[in-house]
């Protein structure tokens, strides 16, 4: 059995990828496409934490804690009652600062966090994303709404590559949020979800903002999007010892976004 010096909480949370399950690889279905990436850093994440955990053996008087097991990630099927394809993957994060970044609580108040990650496509439109999101929730009652929602969505303001974090606040005119908002607001959900935007541009100047958002990804962008090969002997995620590929740094940089959101309401 792995053990750690700290706490071991537990979260489940839902990746809900917006956008047009016709049409994976357009750039308004960013969201959707990001999904696999992020699902194969998830499983490098988790074994370079318990790698290190591994190495690391806990030894003192204080207090050790279980870990969870490892278990193999799901890829996706169609889930009928949650109208909409999920996979998951369980990641063990370790919500302790590095060392050199500022930690504004003793380290004990810094859990490791076994989360469930259910990543989700609905199997409507964009326009109705929202009826989707509804009905995996209730599939999935460890998910608790809004708090354990994440949209992943594609953003005109910003530039390809650009991602940011929006905790609440208006839909910006992304239709797929606003399906998601009116969704909330018909079961009277206190609250608003959070959004993981990545950026697409704007269109060039002549070029329909409908036609460039419908359009294909450039292959620039789906390159960008992909694993690289990892150089031999070169080090993985937290130090481990990479497994031939590793994320690109646009997936790397998201997916560590992803993760601070799963982790920060578990810090205490």
């Excluded at 008087?61 to 369980?90: C, E, M, N, Q």
């Excluded at 859990?111 to 509804?134: C, D, E, I, R, S």
Aim: aromatic share 6%.
């Amino acid at each position: 059995m792995s053990v750690a010096p700290r706490p071991v909480v537990e979260r489940t949370v839902l990746l809900v990828g917006l956008g047009n399950y016709t049409h994976p690889s357009t750039r308004h279905s960013i969201g959707q496409y990001v999904l696999r990436p992020l699902m194969r850093a998830a499983v490098a994440h988790d074994a370079a934490v318990r790698a290190q955990l591994a190495r690391r053996p806990v030894h003192g008087p204080g207090p050790v804690y279980a870990v969870p097991p490892p278990t193999a990630p799901t890829d996706f099927a169609l889930v009928r009652t949650a109208k909409g394809w999920v996979a998951s993957v369980s990641v063990l994060l370790d919500s302790l600062p590095p060392k050199g970044m500022a930690r504004r609580l003793p380290v004990e108040h810094y859990p490791f966090v076994h989360a469930t990650l259910l990543f989700y496509v609905p199997k409507y439109l964009m326009n109705q994303n929202g009826l989707g999101v509804a009905a995996a929730c209730d599939v999935f009652p460890a998910v608790r709404v809004p708090q354990d929602v994440l949209l992943l969505h594609d953003e005109l303001s910003r530039a390809f590559g650009k991602i940011s974090v929006k905790h609440a606040g208006s839909a910006g005119g992304h239709n797929g949020v606003r399906s998601v908002q009116a969704m909330l607001r018909s079961r009277r959900v206190d609250g608003d979800v959070a959004r993981m935007r990545i950026g697409i541009g704007r269109p060039p100047e002549g070029v329909d903002v409908s036609a460039f958002v419908l359009g294909a990804m450039p292959p620039a962008w789906l390159a960008a999007l992909s694993d690289t090969p990892a150089p031999e002997g070169a080090p993985g995620p937290d130090g481990a010892a990479a497994s031939g590929v590793r994320p690109s740094s646009l997936v790397a940089t998201l997916w560590s976004d992803v993760a601070q959101w799963v982790m920060a309401p578990c810090i205490s």
